[in-house]
């Protein structure tokens, strides 16, 4: 098969999959994307496919050969009705202004789930676009697999995620530090729709076209608010409280970003673009990861801080909509994001008071939950299985929780579950519900990928797989994915770029 047979082909069975594509995206102005296409590569090979997420978008991929899906899944052969493109929009980067756009990412449209639900289709490392400056808009194998590790692992925790619907190698090497294995992921998102988005039609000071994107992001994300009074306002406030539900969320399993960009925050209030981010060991709030976040910027501690700055960034966009008076419109902005912190605190306070079994969330006292933070940080314990030792009277029979200070913590804690009358055997059902036994901890996902990279060994990561997204289990026989990582491998790194 030639290299341009195999970019333009269309496979003739593909609409059997069920694909269901609407392009509504594309009725906006062409301002905000640019029609592209897959490149070539030569030998493209199926890597990983989840069956399940397929299932629940309604997918059927069992009666296609693996060769024609590594062909679907790196974009050599595109579904009928898909309509591919890159998307343009900007961003702050670590504070910084600037113009971006899908540099290695192709949508083909939106598909329509069983539940009738619209989803991005996005295929992510597929080569240049327009988008790509200095790129090549590739994408390498370990990448790939650390974002389906990952968002799989978010998914199964409850917690607003795009998700990953396929891994395919390329056959074709990616140069970086190293030459590398390049991939191509397909991405499944609400949308993706980003802050950025907004910051780039308002930078091009597009009235008209801004309107027409906050029309359509309100009808896809916020539909009640379509008739609302004063609706870019409410549409402010609505995504200041997804995003801060979200934050709460992140912060209640330890799970660093790492890359806060507001080109990576989703409108939808999906989590999106793991790049360098990973989960908290040791418990400490100034935890950072990301190998070119000097000055933790992205910390731990700061990502309610940040979500709240790039959300002000946000709201500036949409002022020619809020008011037309701009020191009105300033002024009631400005009241929105000065909203946040209250906001961020009530859901930070129920997602943390879950965790300590107080089913009546206005019984939480965050102080308590701050004081034990506190005393974990001081104690370098581990913040996952801190918080499933404390389900367990066998556990807490442990040296460390002899200490008095913890020891006083722990009769202001029952005192405390007592005076809201929540019974011991119900707070700890709470609490082995909401506190997971298994996350994805860094040094088994790099155990995983590097058998992948380097042995072609996928029963590491298939085994990894099933541990995270079973992650309340109690089973004995996955004790190992609750240890913690052994002294020499806890100074860890993530990276950009590849």
């Known amino acids: 098969m030639s290299d341009s047979t195999r970019n333009t082909h269309h496979a003739p069975d593909t609409q059997d999959a069920g694909w269901r594509f609407a392009h509504s995206y594309t009725q906006l102005s062409d301002v905000f994307y640019a029609r592209s296409r897959p490149v070539p590569f030569s030998k493209p090979s199926l890597y990983i496919l989840n069956r399940q997420l397929a299932l629940e978008l309604g997918l059927n991929f069992d009666r296609f050969p693996e060769a024609e899906l590594a062909c679907l899944f790196t974009g050599q052969q595109i579904p009928n009705n898909a309509d591919p493109i890159a998307q343009a929009y900007a961003g702050h980067q670590f504070g910084g202004f600037t113009f971006l756009g899908d540099g290695r990412a192709i949508l083909l449209g939106e598909h329509e789930t069983p539940t009738g639900n619209l989803v991005d289709i996005q295929f992510k490392g597929s080569g ?9 808009g590739r994408a390498a194998l370990g990448p790939m697999l650390r974002e389906y590790i990952i968002s799989e692992a978010m998914h199964s925790l409850g917690i607003p995620t795009t998700r990953s ?12 530090e190293k030459m590398l294995r390049g991939a191509v992921l397909t991405r499944v998102a609400a949308s993706h729709i980003r802050v950025g ?3 780039y039609i308002a930078a091009r000071k597009d009235f008209d076209n801004l309107k027409s994107l906050a029309d359509y992001t309100i009808a896809r994300h916020y539909p009640g608010l379509v008739d609302a009074k004063e609706k870019y306002l409410a549409f402010v406030y609505a995504v200041a409280e997804r995003q801060a539900a979200l934050i709460a969320q992140w912060q209640s399993v330890g799970f660093i970003h790492g890359v806060m960009n507001t080109d990576n925050m989703a409108i939808s209030g999906e989590t999106i673009d793991y790049g360098p ?8 709030k100034d935890t950072v990861f990301s190998s070119i976040d000097d000055y933790g910027r992205y910390a731990y501690g700061n990502q309610s801080v940040i979500a709240q700055w790039n959300l002000a960034r946000f ?5 020619p909509l809020i008011h037309e008076q701009h020191e009105t419109a300033i002024e009631l902005a400005t009241k929105a994001i000065h909203s946040i912190p209250a906001t961020y605190q009530r859901y930070w306070g129920q997602t943390m008071g879950k965790k300590l079994g107080f089913t009546h969330l206005e019984s939480v006292d965050t102080a308590l939950v701050e004081s034990l933070l506190t005393w974990m940080q001081q104690n370098k314990l581990d913040f996952t299985n801190t918080f499933c030792d404390l389900s367990s009277d066998q556990q807490l029979e442990k040296e460390i929780y002899q200490d008095a200070s913890f020891l006083n913590w722990r009769r202001e804690w029952e005192q405390k579950l007592l005076d809201a009358g929540i019974k011991r055997e119900d707070a700890i059902a709470t609490m082995r519900q909401v506190n997971p036994t298994i996350i994805p901890r860094n040094h088994r996902v790099e155990e995983a990928l590097q058998a992948c990279e380097e042995r072609d060994d996928v029963q590491v990561l298939e085994r990894l797989l099933a541990a995270i997204t079973d992650p309340f289990s109690q089973d004995a026989d996955l004790q190992s994915y609750r240890e913690p990582p052994p002294p020499a491998q806890r100074c860890y790194q993530t990276f950009c770029g590849t």
Do not use: N, W
């Open 128 to 136: 240049q676009t327009v988008f790509s400056r200095r790129g090549d």
């Open 165 to 176: 619907l396929a891994v395919a190698t390329t056959g074709e090497p990616v140069y970086r």
């Open 197 to 199: 988005t907004f910051q």
């Open 277 to 284: 981010c990973a989960f908290m060991d040791t418990y400490h």
């Open 315 to 319: 709201a500036e966009t949409l002022l």
